[in-house]
């Protein structure tokens, strides 16, 4: 029956192009949607899976609240010759007020990440200039806390860590003197209420001498994660730290969570739907004498049912193959833009295992579940009716 099923698909070599150019259309939507909507954090990326390998003071984690502990920074010497870690970053990580005349300014505390721009570009500064490695009172903010709080690139600023801060006092010891050098473009995250500093203004912020919150590690190989981990945890044995793997993986539920992604997306999972449909349909509908004579013949509706699945999957498979293709050479340049448009070094959009599992997935079952309506409505008509058609 697939060797049937084939053949009279190709029999109408341009229906079969054209709906399977409707189904590429509709997976390079769904794979774009989904890898725009599972927006990483920094980290190692693996195919859409994201790692975070970090070091910590045992028992001091990074909560909402309040940011403890640290960690002598000569520990990344201890490491640094593991065959599989590419380089570890320490960072001071740290909640600040913005205060002005012994008032706190800024709402909330906003969190800080004190780390060169060696090893996390994050963003790429729109105006102004980013910090260098040296300075130890230079930040960069979000246009979107620039305009809330009415900040401009050359302002001296007032800062204060949360945690010196009690019952709303403000001590002047604590008070910390910074300029704004870089305002990046807004991300619509919560990266709009991150400021940015070098290492050595966390530091300068923490008062801290050579100690770290926290340091991140980049792998080569992120395959070799947990392998690395453990090599890692061997070597810190005698340290009070912690070594964490931190794993994002791909939710598919997440894009529902954006109105336009769930629009988009269902757009073109009809597009797909809609594609195999028509073409099933059309099909049987101009090849009924052909299945007449097959069930003239004896044939079971089972055989009959399996024609056209078999048909729709058909289509299914060339539609995605294609657009697979399609949106990898598309994502890989979408990248070259991103990057060169935010400065963000790693490759976001990755067209995951489980991306493609996903998109190919939608297809697969619409094409199945509209393939039984036309098998169900030939299996019903008279045999004779059908020998009959032209």
Same mark, same amino acid.
């Given at each position: 029956?697939?060797?049937?099923?084939?053949?009279?698909?190709?029999?109408?070599?341009?229906?079969?192009?054209?709906?399977?150019?409707?189904?590429?259309?509709?997976?390079?939507?769904?794979?774009?949607?989904?890898?725009?909507?599972?927006?990483?954090?920094?980290?190692?990326?693996?195919?859409?899976?994201?790692?975070?390998?970090?070091?910590?003071?045992?028992?001091?984690?990074?909560?909402?609240?309040?940011?403890?502990?640290?960690?002598?920074?000569?520990?990344?010497?201890?490491?640094?010759?593991?065959?599989?870690?590419?380089?570890?970053?320490?960072?001071?990580?740290?909640?600040?007020?913005f205060?002005?005349?012994?008032k706190?300014?800024?709402?909330?505390?906003?969190?800080?990440?004190?780390?060169?721009?060696?090893?996390?570009?994050?963003?790429?500064?729109? =105006?102004?200039?980013y910090?260098?490695k040296?300075?130890?009172?230079?930040i960069?903010?979000s246009?979107?806390?620039?305009?809330?709080?009415?900040?401009?690139?050359?302002?001296?600023?007032c800062?204060?860590?949360?945690?010196?801060?009690?019952a709303?006092?403000?001590?002047?010891?604590?008070k910390?003197?910074? =300029?704004?050098?870089?305002?990046?473009?807004?991300?619509?995250?919560?990266?709009?209420?991150?400021?940015?500093?070098?290492?050595?203004?966390g530091?300068?912020?923490?008062?801290?001498?050579?100690?770290?919150?926290?340091?991140?590690?980049?792998?080569?190989?992120?395959?070799?994660?947990?392998?690395?981990?453990?090599?890692?945890?061997?070597?810190?044995?005698?340290?009070?730290?912690?070594?964490?793997? =931190?794993?994002?993986?791909?939710?598919?539920?997440?894009?529902f969570?954006?109105?336009?992604?769930?629009?988009?997306?269902?757009?073109?999972l009809?597009?797909?739907a809609?594609s195999s449909?028509?073409?099933?349909?059309?099909?049987?509908?101009e090849?009924?004498?052909?299945?007449?004579?097959l069930?003239?013949?004896?044939?079971?509706?089972?055989?009959?049912?399996?024609?056209?699945?078999?048909q729709?999957?058909?289509?299914?498979?060339?539609?995605?193959?294609?657009?697979?293709?399609?949106?990898?050479?598309?994502? =890989?340049k979408?990248?070259?833009?991103?990057?060169?448009?935010t400065?963000?070094?790693?490759?976001?959009?990755?067209?995951?295992?489980?991306?493609?599992?996903?998109?190919?997935?939608?297809?697969?079952?619409?094409?199945?579940?509209?393939?039984?309506y036309?098998?169900?409505?030939?299996?019903?008509?008279?045999?004779?009716?059908?020998l009959?058609?032209?």
């Open positions: 029956m697939f060797r049937l099923a084939l053949k009279m698909l190709l029999n109408k070599k341009l229906r079969l192009v054209l709906s399977s150019l409707g189904i590429t259309i509709g997976v390079f939507i769904m794979i774009f949607i989904l890898c725009i909507s599972v927006f990483p954090s920094t980290g190692n990326i693996e195919g859409g899976i994201y790692k975070d390998i970090t070091i910590s003071e045992k028992g001091k984690i990074s909560a909402e609240e309040e940011i403890t502990g640290s960690v002598d920074e000569n520990i990344a010497n201890k490491i640094k010759n593991i065959e599989n870690i590419n380089r570890v970053a320490p960072v001071v990580e740290t909640f600040l007020f205060i002005e005349d012994n706190i300014v800024t709402q909330i505390p906003s969190l800080f990440l004190g780390i060169d721009t060696e090893y996390l570009p994050l963003f790429k500064v729109k =105006e102004g200039e910090y260098s040296n300075d130890k009172n230079k960069i903010i246009k979107a806390f620039s305009e809330k709080y009415r900040l401009s690139i050359g302002d001296i600023v800062v204060i860590p949360s945690k010196t801060i009690h709303g006092i403000v001590s002047s010891e604590n910390k003197e910074v =300029e704004i050098t870089g305002i990046f473009e807004n991300t619509e995250t919560p990266n709009d209420a991150i400021v940015f500093g070098s290492y050595s203004t530091k300068y912020l923490n008062n801290f001498q050579d100690r770290a919150t926290v340091f991140y590690v980049e792998l080569k190989d992120v395959k070799k994660v947990e392998e690395t981990k453990n090599e890692m945890k061997e070597k810190l044995k005698d340290c009070n730290v912690e070594v964490k793997v =931190e794993t994002k993986k791909v939710k598919i539920f997440r894009i969570e954006n109105l336009t992604s769930t629009i988009l997306f269902i757009v073109a009809f597009n797909v809609f449909f028509k073409s099933i349909s059309s099909n049987a509908s090849q009924e004498k052909e299945i007449g004579m069930k003239a013949i004896g044939i079971p509706k089972r055989a009959i049912v399996k024609l056209f699945i078999y729709g999957l058909i289509i299914s498979a060339l539609g995605c193959f294609v657009g697979i293709i399609v949106s990898a050479i598309f994502l =890989e979408f990248n070259e833009i991103f990057i060169s448009a400065g963000i070094t790693a490759k976001f959009f990755a067209l995951s295992p489980q991306v493609i599992f996903y998109a190919v997935l939608f297809p697969f079952l619409a094409a199945f579940l509209v393939s039984l036309p098998a169900y409505k030939v299996t019903k008509t008279k045999t004779i009716k059908m009959k058609s032209r």
